[in-house]
C-alpha cells in the first residue's frame, strides 16, 4: 500500500486525537469487521496524507451495493479485495481463487484508484474539520464554573 506525501494535511495535523470516519456510498453501512479492518489502519497510519487499499475496498463494498459497477471499477475492486485478503489471511481464501485473476492493475485503473483514494481522504479531511470546528463551539459555549 502506498501512501502519497503530497496533499494538504494529515488526520493528525487537523485536531490530534480525532480519527477520520470510513467514508461510504451514501445509504449504505460497510460490514463492521471492514470499519473495525479501516480503524486499526488509520491508527497504524496517522500522518498518511492518502486514503488506503482499504479504504477504498469499503467505499467500494458500499458503492457496488447501490448499482453495478463498470468494467474498470470491478476490476479495482477485485484488485482491492485480493489485496485485503492475502494480507489479512496470508492467501487468498479458498472459494475466492478467481481474485488470482486481478494480481494486478492496468496503468488507467491504477489512477483511477488513486483519484479514489485522495477524494476519500479529502472527504475524510472536511468530516474532520467539521467536527473539530463544532468541538471548538461546543467548548466556546461551555459556562465557566
Not at 463492521?32 to 486514503?51: F, G, I, M, W, Y
Not at 487468498?92 to 485503473?109: A, S
Not at 474532520?128 to 471548538?136: D, E, F, I
Amino acid at each position: 500500500m502506498s501512501y502519497r506525501k503530497q496533499g494538504s494535511s494529515s488526520y493528525s495535523r487537523v485536531r490530534p486525537g480525532l480519527r477520520p470516519p470510513v467514508i461510504h456510498h451514501p445509504g449504505w453501512v460497510p460490514p463492521d469487521n471492514l470499519v473495525k479492518d479501516v480503524k486499526a489502519e488509520v491508527d497504524k497510519h496517522p500522518e498518511r496524507r492518502t486514503a488506503s487499499d482499504l479504504e477504498a475496498m469499503t467505499y467500494l463494498n458500499t458503492a457496488a451495493s447501490a448499482a453495478p459497477l463498470s468494467d474498470q471499477w470491478t476490476r479495482i475492486y477485485m484488485y482491492v479485495c485480493r489485496e485485503y485478503m492475502v494480507a489479512k489471511f496470508g492467501k487468498v481464501p479458498e472459494g475466492t481463487e478467481f481474485l488470482n485473476e486481478y494480481k494486478t492493475l492496468r496503468p488507467d485503473d491504477v489512477r483511477e484508484l488513486d483519484h479514489l483514494k485522495d477524494w476519500i481522504f479529502r472527504a475524510q479531511q472536511r468530516e474532520l474539520k467539521k467536527k473539530a470546528s463544532a468541538g471548538r463551539v461546543e467548548s466556546a459555549k461551555k459556562p465557566e464554573k
